[in-house]
């Protein structure tokens, strides 16, 4: 079993950035692909982006392409959010997940997530 921390959200105007980490635990993190996904109040959670269990290959929503970047560092089993031109779109709760392979192909396939981080964009 693994456990996934996230931090790193908070308020921020319009334009502004933000870096959520996402501390793992309880499993051999750099055997697993990562995913992070949000969940606006009355929508369905959806992918917003995810990496290799190398980080040599990533994946964005079309949302945020541009202005998110995924990365990893295995070492210190945490994946990373860094997201840049936020829009009040952005706002939500912001979750990581472990996928159960080390490659993403099925984003279908992300098996466990954290507690998630509120991200709140004001206009």
């Known amino acids: 079993q693994v456990q996934l921390v996230e931090s790193g959200g908070g308020l921020v105007q319009a334009g502004g950035s933000l870096t959520l980490s996402c501390a793992a635990s309880?499993?051999?993190?750099?055997?697993?692909?990562m995913g992070w996904f949000r969940q606006a109040p009355g929508k369905e959670r959806d992918i917003v982006a995810a990496?290799?269990?190398?980080?040599?290959?990533?994946y964005y929503a079309d949302s945020v392409k541009g202005r998110f970047t995924i990365s990893r560092d295995n070492a210190k089993n945490t994946v990373y959010l860094q997201m840049n031109s936020l829009k009040p779109e952005d706002t939500a709760v912001y979750y990581c997940?472990?996928?159960?392979?080390?490659?993403?192909?099925?984003?279908?396939?992300?098996?466990?997530w954290g507690q998630g981080t509120q991200v709140t964009v004001s206009s």
């Open positions: 997940a472990v996928h159960r392979s080390r490659y993403y192909a099925n984003l279908g396939d992300f098996i466990s």
């Open positions: 309880g499993r051999t993190f750099s055997n697993y692909a």
């Open positions: 990496i290799n269990w190398l980080g040599s290959s990533t």
